[in-house]
Each structure stands twice: as structure tokens, then as C-alpha cells.
């Protein structure tokens, strides 16, 4: 049984950085992608980055820069690097074990199947 678990998340202050990790168990290490989201209230559901099994990261063009993934042996941690207001939001952790190459990964939500039940990040002075 495959299970996603989000850790971290709290407040920051603007300008401010901030850790979540991201746990997944019942999955081979190096055989699937992370995939993180978030999601602020009224507002769907959107990538901020993600990882692929050989260690490659993407990010979307217009947060380039914001956000951070990297991954040791045991978790996948998302870096806010500079937190801003609209960074007010429920951040989900997500991983997929199909993959068309194990450098790529995708930032699309119907992508991953596996979800945690997320952590929540507010972003105020």
C-alpha cells in the first residue's frame, strides 16, 4: 500500500524560507517522480515542482527561482525560497510510478496518483 506524507509547513514571513518534506512508503526508491502543489482557496490546484528518479528537477518558467526540490534516501524536500503572499496555501506532496523516461517528470495534477493530505504554509509579516 503506497502512502504520502507531507511534514513542515507552518508560517513564514515574507521574504522568509521554508521546508516541507515529503514522505512515500510502499514505493521502490528511484522508481517513481514527486510532484509538488499547492493550492490557495478558490484557486485550483497548481505545480510548483518536481522530481524525476534519476534526480531531475522542473519547475514551472514563471516560478523558476521560488521553489527548490531536492531528495536523499528517505524524503523529497520543497524549499520556499523566498516566500511571498500568493505561497498562502495548502502544499500537497505527489508521486507516480509510470514515466516515460526516468530524467523527466510532469507538473500536471491528473499526472500522479498518490496524494498526501497535504500541509499547510501562511505567508504573513
Known amino acids: 500500500q503506497v502512502h504520502v506524507e507531507e511534514s513542515g509547513g507552518g508560517s513564514v514571513q515574507p521574504g522568509g524560507s521554508l521546508e516541507l518534506s515529503c514522505r512515500v512508503s510502499?514505493?521502490?526508491?528511484?522508481?517513481?517522480?514527486v510532484g509538488w502543489f499547492r493550492q490557495a482557496p478558490g484557486k485550483e490546484r497548481e505545480g510548483v515542482g518536481c522530481i524525476s528518479p534519476y534526480g531531475s528537477t522542473r519547475y514551472p518558467s514563471s516560478l523558476k527561482g521560488q521553489f527548490t526540490i531536492v531528495q536523499d534516501n528517505t524524503k523529497t524536500t520543497l524549499r520556499i525560497n523566498s516566500a511571498k503572499p500568493e505561497d498562502s496555501a495548502t502544499f500537497y506532496c505527489?508521486?507516480?510510478?509510470?514515466?516515460?523516461?526516468?530524467?523527466?517528470?510532469?507538473?500536471?495534477?491528473?499526472?500522479?496518483?498518490?496524494w498526501g493530505q497535504g500541509a499547510q504554509v501562511t505567508v504573513s509579516s
Open positions: 510502499g514505493l521502490t526508491l528511484n522508481h517513481y517522480v
Open positions: 505527489a508521486a507516480r510510478t509510470e514515466y516515460s523516461s526516468p530524467s523527466y517528470c510532469a507538473l500536471s495534477t491528473s499526472d500522479y496518483m498518490y
